[in-house]
């Protein structure tokens, strides 16, 4: 049964997500035209919380069917968009960083319902959220709270991961080890706020050490030869987002903070790119259904976004690392083509799915 309900929440959350594709151009160096003053700048805030911060709490409102749980994908939703036209004001960053309060609320629901690693490794994502939001509201940089936003992504995924492992059943030597991998993490965030080269390159050691962490545990690795083809195309979402989080940890952990530029740019989107958008690419087969209640087809078409995420992602990092500008204009230009593509085609496939139902 198709629900409507949550329609206008997802599109304010694919609207950040296009004025953030738009804002990452122009940091690229693209020459377009500022839709708003200072809309490069807010390239960050409108991806982690305009659209992410939306789209996770949506997701869980939906999830556990409480109409309070709407405030904050509703708060997101208002809020990078009163942060993109009110500038006067830290009006949008306080909406913004109410939302994140709110996700924090609701995964403290959801843990006092179910106290267990992955709930408590999500509430510490939804910790690490407000905290970035509440930093960068009292003026921090953003480059000083960009670990804390990384963390809300990562750990709200691990946790994700970790409940969906669950049918394999992972030992308790291998919950201990994911517990120890979390607080090497988190505590990498932690002495970043006082001593930014070795907490990031302690964040990245714990990045990394998930990464491999994954591979006997995430089912993912299992799946990639499966029969099945969606199970199989989901399996290579994940797998290609896991080697990004190693990568991104690795780069990381080798060469420390970085403020801006070619590194900085390198490191967080092999982590937020190659890691969280390829598991987007992934979990929509899973989450769109859920959130609207409608099928979606799959189509081997699908392999082409995918595969031109992870390409131009290659390019854009070589690139980074080279200096070759263009290149890195051209890479991150054709992420943005891959992510366009993914959106294409889930909208034509959940059309295809309600004309097959009608
Ligand atoms: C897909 C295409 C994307 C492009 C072309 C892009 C582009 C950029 C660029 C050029 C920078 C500045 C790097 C520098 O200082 O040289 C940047 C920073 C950043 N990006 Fe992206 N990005 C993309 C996707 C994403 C995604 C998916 C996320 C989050 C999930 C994200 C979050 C961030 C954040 C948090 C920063 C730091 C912002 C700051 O320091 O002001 N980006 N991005």
Known sequence: MPNRFPLPFLVLAILALLAGLWAGLMRLGWQLPALAPSLAMLHGPLMISGFLGTLITLERAVAMKQKWMYLPPLLAGLGWLVTLLIQTLPLGPILLTLASLGGVAILAEI??????????????????????????????????????????????????????????????????????????????IIIATANIQLGTRLNGLGLLLLALWSIPNDIAWRNLKHRLPLTRYIAWCLALGLIWLGIGGGLSLGFGAQVAGPRYDAALHAVFVGFVISMIFGHAPIIFPAIL??????????????????ASLVLRVLANYANWHTLRMWGGLLNEVAILLFIGMTVLSIRKSLSTKA
């Open 293 to 310: 209640g409608l099928p979606i087809n799959f189509q081997p078409a699908f392999y082409i976004h995918l595969i031109l995420l992870h």
């Open 111 to 188: 843990t006092r319902r179910e106290f267990a690693l992955h709930t408590v490794t999500m509430l510490l994502g939804a910790l690490t959220w407000f905290t970035g939001n509440l930093l960068w509201l009292f003026g921090w940089q953003i480059f000083q709270v960009v670990l804390f936003w990384q963390a809300f992504l990562v750990l709200t995924i691990a946790g994700e991961r970790l409940e969906l492992s669950r049918v394999l059943r992972p030992a308790r030597i291998q919950q201990v080890l994911f517990g120890i991998i979390i607080a090497i993490l988190f505590g990498g």
